[in-house]
Structures are given as structure tokens and as C-alpha cells.
């Protein structure tokens, strides 16, 4: 295994992989043996998982806090194009779905991950799912210590917990090392942000019972400051609460949110705090070599200080408009001078958001070895990331992404689309979210344009479940079905910055699928005519409210 800068498998973590892949097996040979109805089986496939989707099986691989070694990438390029159509889906919460995995190939397929130091545990079931972290982490000029220490520490603490694996409902946990908030963390289950206080300590701020779905919440702040090495007792204290009073009798009351909006946030913390008392100075409390061993995995690369300024950049700056754009909107602050963050859009005009071919997929592991010490990222806006590149490579690095598809340099803007599978794959779905995200992304495909509108998050769910983030889009759109008609429902306003979390509100009555895109222009068109100078799109919003925009909407449409 090349030299990582991340947490690698101990012989118990490979152990206990191994068996599972093994006890899956035998549970496949069993149901296609008919030895176990598809009832008996569901909840054996979903805890490795495996889901029946629309038309077949999908495998959801997780890959904790978005991080990924190159051999790992590679990994998976080999099995999409063996055991899949040669292509996977990145979602929202940092992991790979395979969409059309037949069932007697999955243990084969959770046996070459296994290879690799990967699995499918935990991506479904009423558990904690994939724990998910700032994309950015142990490169960010911004921040305060690395994410994914913690991250994984939870994910050590949560796997296969015997008191949590069969929750009301599941469980979703963010953390976010950074002041700019990019994990979402007050959208989630519970939210944890790293911060010092005044005494120049570390610790968390922790909040529960944000998430989205069919009843979108934005979480209440529990704990201002908790200590690190506090951390798990913590958590164990609050799932155990959620464990005691979460509701089991109706599937839409289940999750964690609707008990912190019953009972309130004070009577929450009160019972949290008093489960927390009795078990902060057990055996949950982390000590101080734990914490060191695990953070010592996560040292960052050794990168040296080079010039602020490139030759090579500032050449190809002047020399090429396309690039200089991707400079603007794809190219991050490293905290290491002369070196820089680079985002590979998923999301070239016109195509699904968050697809990657296997070619693809090993294209950006060569590239990570060549130019990134071997490491990328996945980001829950469904992007991935090169977290360490120096300067003077970022035009070949331009260059090698350009011959993938993935240079479109649209971060942050209006093609950047978030969409769920929708209705094109999965059974949930009342609409489909990837023919509508295409045909946005193609009207606005022209780079001047879409650099000229700035800023505009747009994110698009085919149900009420907002697996597309709908409810905290600037621009949400969320699919409804209406007596077998696919219509969409725009909302406006919504946002995941820290200190500005809102959910969206919705604008009026639903358009045709058919009307989807010009509505949106016109939304567009009003924030033009309106803004003042430095406005994102959804701080015009803010400053003139929903009025400008619903008269124009429904005059196009």
C-alpha cells in the first residue's frame, strides 16, 4: 500500500471486514437458493448496503469522510466495470453507489473492496451512517484541526455498536473543522464544529436535530464547548436519549429532529446532560494516546514552501481565458504557501451530476499520484478533490482534467448542480432529478454567463426525502408527482454557510417539468436586474424577498 495521510485498517478493522464479506456470502447463497424470502433478506442486504432499486440492485460503498487513497479509486473503477455498466454515482453524503449490481456478484463485490480497506457497512439501516467531514480537511488555510481525526474515531466507536444498530431511524452525523462551514453540520442529526475558546482550547460545539427531508429542520446547539476527549461520551449519551424517546410507531416522526422539536431543546439538553453525567468519566472517555495515535495517521504530507506566485500559472493565466476562470472557481487556498486546492467538477454541461466512468475514475487517480500525494476527495456537493497540489502544476493538472471532462470550471455556480437519482433509478422517487439538472446545466452552459450570475447553489430532489439537499439550495427544486404529472415545486432562500443556515421557501405553485428551465431564468433574470454590487443570488433574495421573483416566474411560465 502506498504511503497514505489517513487512517489505515489495523488487523481487527481487516478482520472484521472479512467476516462480514463471508456471512453475506452465505446469506446471497441462501436467498438465491430460495432458502430466504426477500423479507428475511432485506434488512441482511441493507446492513451491507445492498438496496433493490427501481429496476435493480444498488450498492452504496462507503468512503469515510469523503476521503479516498488513489489504489482505493482505482479499486472501485475495477469493480464498476466489472461487476456494474463501467460507472458510478457520488452522492451527497461522501459515498460511490453502483446502480445496476446483480445480487450474485455483490459478495464478490464487497470482497475486492475488502482488498482495499473498504466497505458497504452502514450506508443503510436505522444506524450511524457514513460519518461525513469537510471536504477540504488537512489542506484548509481556515482550519482549526483536522476534521477526520474525529471523524474516525466516531466511525471506530459507531461500527457494528450493539446499542445503536437498530435506531428509530437513521442517523447522520457532520463535522466540520473550519469556521466556513463545508459540511453542512446544522442540517444533520447531529453537528459537531471544531473551535477554541478563549482559553486557546480546542473543542466541539455540538448540535442536534437539524436534518431536511419530509420535515426540514436546521439544529439546536446542545453543547457551546465540549471538551475532546469528552467527545463519545457525549455522543453515547444523546444517541442513548434518541434510543429512549424516539418515536417507532410512525415512520415520518422517527427521526431525531421531531423529538428535539417535541419535547425542546431545553428539555433535550436536560436529559442528555444527565445520561452524559453518568458515563462522561467512563470508559468512553478518550485518552490522550488514543487520540495521538489516531491523529498521527492524518499528519498532513510534507509539503515545502514555494513562491505565492507561478511562472507557469500567470503564463497560461493570460494566455487562456478558460483557465483563468477555473483559477477563479475551482482552485482553493492551501495552507501551505505554493500550494493549492483543486476541484474536479462532476458536473460537465449537460451531463448527471456526480457520475464518473471507471476511465474517468482512474484518469483522477493518475492525476492524484502525479500531482496530489496520492489522495482525493469527495465533497457532498458531489465533486471530487485534490487536496495538494502545487502551483506550478495546476496547468497540467487543468490539462489532464480537461482530457477527462472534469475541468468545467463551475464550482459554486449554476451548473454545480446537486440532484438525487430520481425517478430514473430509484423507487422512492415521485420525479425524475437528472434529466431536469441536465437541461439546466446545458442552458446555462456558457462559462462568461454563468461566472457573470456568481455564486447560485441550485439542488434538485425527486422526493420529499431531499436526498438532492433541495430545502437548502439557493434555488431548490423539489419533484411532486399530481395524478400520474411529474411537476416541480421551486423554493428560494435556502443555505448551509455557517451563521446563515435557512431553510428554503417555497415560491408558488409547481411548474411542468416542461417549464423547469424557464423558470429558472427567470429567477436568474429578476437577481440580475436586482442585484446590488457583491450580491449572490441569495442575498438579493434576502434584501427584496420573494415578491420579484414570483411575479417574473409566473409570468414565464
Request: aromatic share 8%; charged share 25%; glycine share 8%.
Given at each position: 500500500m502506498p504511503d497514505t495521510h489517513f487512517y489505515r485498517y489495523d488487523d481487527y478493522d481487516k478482520t472484521l471486514v472479512a467476516e462480514r464479506v463471508e456471512q453475506f456470502r452465505d446469506q446471497v447463497r441462501r436467498r438465491i437458493a430460495g432458502e430466504l424470502t426477500e423479507e428475511q433478506f432485506k434488512p441482511l442486504r441493507l446492513t451491507n448496503g445492498l438496496y433493490l432499486q427501481l429496476h435493480a440492485y444498488m450498492l452504496r460503498i462507503a468512503i469515510p469522510y469523503g476521503t479516498l487513497a488513489s489504489h482505493q479509486l482505482r479499486k472501485l473503477a475495477e469493480i464498476s466495470r466489472k461487476y456494474d455498466r463501467g460507472y458510478g454515482h457520488f452522492t451527497t453524503r461522501q459515498n460511490l453507489q453502483l446502480n445496476w449490481i446483480k445480487l450474485e456478484d455483490a459478495p464478490d463485490a464487497l470482497a475486492a473492496l475488502a482488498e482495499v480497506d473498504m466497505h458497504a457497512m452502514q450506508t443503510s439501516g436505522n444506524c450511524i451512517r457514513n460519518v461525513t467531514a469537510d471536504h477540504f480537511a488537512g489542506a484548509a488555510i481556515d482550519e482549526i484541526e483536522d476534521p477526520r481525526i474525529w471523524c474516525e474515531i466516531v466511525r471506530q466507536w459507531s461500527t457494528l455498536h450493539p446499542e445503536f444498530s437498530f435506531l428509530p431511524r437513521k442517523f447522520k452525523i457532520a463535522i466540520t473543522g473550519s469556521p466556513n462551514d463545508r459540511a453542512a453540520v446544522r442540517v444533520h442529526d447531529?453537528?459537531?464544529?471544531?473551535?477554541?475558546?478563549?482559553?486557546?482550547?480546542?473543542?466541539?460545539?455540538?448540535?442536534?436535530?437539524?436534518?431536511?427531508?419530509?420535515?426540514?429542520?436546521?439544529?439546536?446547539?446542545?453543547?457551546?464547548?465540549?471538551?475532546?476527549?469528552?467527545?463519545l461520551a457525549y455522543l453515547e449519551a444523546t444517541l442513548r436519549v434518541y434510543n429512549r424517546y424516539g418515536r417507532r410507531d410512525n415512520l415520518y416522526k422517527a427521526r431525531i429532529k421531531i423529538l428535539v422539536h417535541e419535547i425542546g431543546a431545553e428539555k433535550m439538553r436536560e436529559e442528555v446532560e444527565a445520561e452524559y453525567a453518568s458515563i462522561r468519566d467512563s470508559a468512553l472517555r478518550l485518552p490522550a494516546g488514543t487520540i495521538e495515535a489516531i491523529a498521527e495517521q492524518f499528519a498532513p504530507p510534507v509539503l515545502a514552501e514555494r513562491p505565492a506566485i507561478s511562472g507557469p500559472v500567470e503564463a497560461e493565466r493570460l494566455s487562456n481565458l478558460e483557465f483563468a476562470l477555473w483559477l477563479k472557481s475551482n482552485v482553493a487556498p492551501h495552507r501551505v504557501q505554493g500550494h493549492a486546492i483543486v476541484t474536479a467538477s462532476l458536473k460537465p454541461a449537460g451531463s448527471p451530476p456526480g457520475d464518473a466512468s471507471a476511465a474517468q475514475m482512474e484518469g483522477v487517480a493518475d492525476i492524484a499520484d502525479a500531482y496530489s500525494q496520492g489522495e482525493i476527495r469527495v465533497s457532498h456537493e458531489q465533486n471530487l478533490i485534490f487536496p495538494h497540489v502545487a502551483l506550478d502544476d495546476l496547468p497540467k493538472v487543468y490539462r489532464a482534467l480537461a482530457a477527462l471532462g472534469f475541468a468545467e470550471a463551475n464550482i459554486g455556480k449554476i451548473t454545480d448542480i446537486i440532484a438525487c437519482p430520481g425517478l430514473d433509478y430509484c423507487a422512492l422517487a415521485n420525479a425524475r432529478s437528472i434529466p431536469v439538472a441536465q437541461r439546466i446545466s446545458t442552458h446555462f452552459a456558457g462559462l462568461a454567463r454563468q461566472h457573470d450570475i456568481g455564486d447560485l447553489k441550485i439542488k434538485i430532489s425527486g422526493c420529499i426525502n431531499a436526498c438532492g439537499h433541495h430545502h437548502v439550495g439557493h434555488i431548490g427544486i423539489l419533484g411532486v408527482d399530481k395524478n400520474g404529472v411529474e411537476l416541480y415545486q421551486l423554493s428560494l432562500g435556502g443555505d448551509v454557510d455557517f451563521g446563515k443556515t435557512a431553510i428554503g421557501t417555497i415560491l408558488g405553485p409547481a411548474v411542468t417539468a416542461d417549464k423547469v428551465v424557464e423558470a429558472v431564468d427567470a429567477l436568474v433574470a429578476t437577481y440580475l436586474d436586482t442585484r446590488s454590487a457583491g450580491e449572490r443570488f441569495v442575498d438579493t433574495y434576502r434584501r427584496v424577498g420573494a415578491q420579484p421573483f414570483k411575479e417574473r416566474v409566473y409570468a414565464a411560465v
Amino acid at each position: 500500500m502506498p504511503d497514505t495521510h489517513f487512517y489505515r485498517y489495523d488487523d481487527y478493522d481487516k478482520t472484521l471486514v472479512a467476516e462480514r464479506v463471508e456471512q453475506f456470502r452465505d446469506q446471497v447463497r441462501r436467498r438465491i437458493a430460495g432458502e430466504l424470502t426477500e423479507e428475511q433478506f432485506k434488512p441482511l442486504r441493507l446492513t451491507n448496503g445492498l438496496y433493490l432499486q427501481l429496476h435493480a440492485y444498488m450498492l452504496r460503498i462507503a468512503i469515510p469522510y469523503g476521503t479516498l487513497a488513489s489504489h482505493q479509486l482505482r479499486k472501485l473503477a475495477e469493480i464498476s466495470r466489472k461487476y456494474d455498466r463501467g460507472y458510478g454515482h457520488f452522492t451527497t453524503r461522501q459515498n460511490l453507489q453502483l446502480n445496476w449490481i446483480k445480487l450474485e456478484d455483490a459478495p464478490d463485490a464487497l470482497a475486492a473492496l475488502a482488498e482495499v480497506d473498504m466497505h458497504a457497512m452502514q450506508t443503510s439501516g436505522n444506524c450511524i451512517r457514513n460519518v461525513t467531514a469537510d471536504h477540504f480537511a488537512g489542506a484548509a488555510i481556515d482550519e482549526i484541526e483536522d476534521p477526520r481525526i474525529w471523524c474516525e474515531i466516531v466511525r471506530q466507536w459507531s461500527t457494528l455498536h450493539p446499542e445503536f444498530s437498530f435506531l428509530p431511524r437513521k442517523f447522520k452525523i457532520a463535522i466540520t473543522g473550519s469556521p466556513n462551514d463545508r459540511a453542512a453540520v446544522r442540517v444533520h442529526d447531529i453537528g459537531l464544529r471544531l473551535w477554541k475558546n478563549g482559553q486557546g482550547e480546542v473543542g466541539f460545539e455540538v448540535i442536534v436535530g437539524g436534518g431536511l427531508g419530509r420535515t426540514p429542520m436546521i439544529g439546536k446547539t446542545l453543547r457551546e464547548f465540549l471538551p475532546r476527549d469528552e467527545l463519545l461520551a457525549y455522543l453515547e449519551a444523546t444517541l442513548r436519549v434518541y434510543n429512549r424517546y424516539g418515536r417507532r410507531d410512525n415512520l415520518y416522526k422517527a427521526r431525531i429532529k421531531i423529538l428535539v422539536h417535541e419535547i425542546g431543546a431545553e428539555k433535550m439538553r436536560e436529559e442528555v446532560e444527565a445520561e452524559y453525567a453518568s458515563i462522561r468519566d467512563s470508559a468512553l472517555r478518550l485518552p490522550a494516546g488514543t487520540i495521538e495515535a489516531i491523529a498521527e495517521q492524518f499528519a498532513p504530507p510534507v509539503l515545502a514552501e514555494r513562491p505565492a506566485i507561478s511562472g507557469p500559472v500567470e503564463a497560461e493565466r493570460l494566455s487562456n481565458l478558460e483557465f483563468a476562470l477555473w483559477l477563479k472557481s475551482n482552485v482553493a487556498p492551501h495552507r501551505v504557501q505554493g500550494h493549492a486546492i483543486v476541484t474536479a467538477s462532476l458536473k460537465p454541461a449537460g451531463s448527471p451530476p456526480g457520475d464518473a466512468s471507471a476511465a474517468q475514475m482512474e484518469g483522477v487517480a493518475d492525476i492524484a499520484d502525479a500531482y496530489s500525494q496520492g489522495e482525493i476527495r469527495v465533497s457532498h456537493e458531489q465533486n471530487l478533490i485534490f487536496p495538494h497540489v502545487a502551483l506550478d502544476d495546476l496547468p497540467k493538472v487543468y490539462r489532464a482534467l480537461a482530457a477527462l471532462g472534469f475541468a468545467e470550471a463551475n464550482i459554486g455556480k449554476i451548473t454545480d448542480i446537486i440532484a438525487c437519482p430520481g425517478l430514473d433509478y430509484c423507487a422512492l422517487a415521485n420525479a425524475r432529478s437528472i434529466p431536469v439538472a441536465q437541461r439546466i446545466s446545458t442552458h446555462f452552459a456558457g462559462l462568461a454567463r454563468q461566472h457573470d450570475i456568481g455564486d447560485l447553489k441550485i439542488k434538485i430532489s425527486g422526493c420529499i426525502n431531499a436526498c438532492g439537499h433541495h430545502h437548502v439550495g439557493h434555488i431548490g427544486i423539489l419533484g411532486v408527482d399530481k395524478n400520474g404529472v411529474e411537476l416541480y415545486q421551486l423554493s428560494l432562500g435556502g443555505d448551509v454557510d455557517f451563521g446563515k443556515t435557512a431553510i428554503g421557501t417555497i415560491l408558488g405553485p409547481a411548474v411542468t417539468a416542461d417549464k423547469v428551465v424557464e423558470a429558472v431564468d427567470a429567477l436568474v433574470a429578476t437577481y440580475l436586474d436586482t442585484r446590488s454590487a457583491g450580491e449572490r443570488f441569495v442575498d438579493t433574495y434576502r434584501r427584496v424577498g420573494a415578491q420579484p421573483f414570483k411575479e417574473r416566474v409566473y409570468a414565464a411560465v
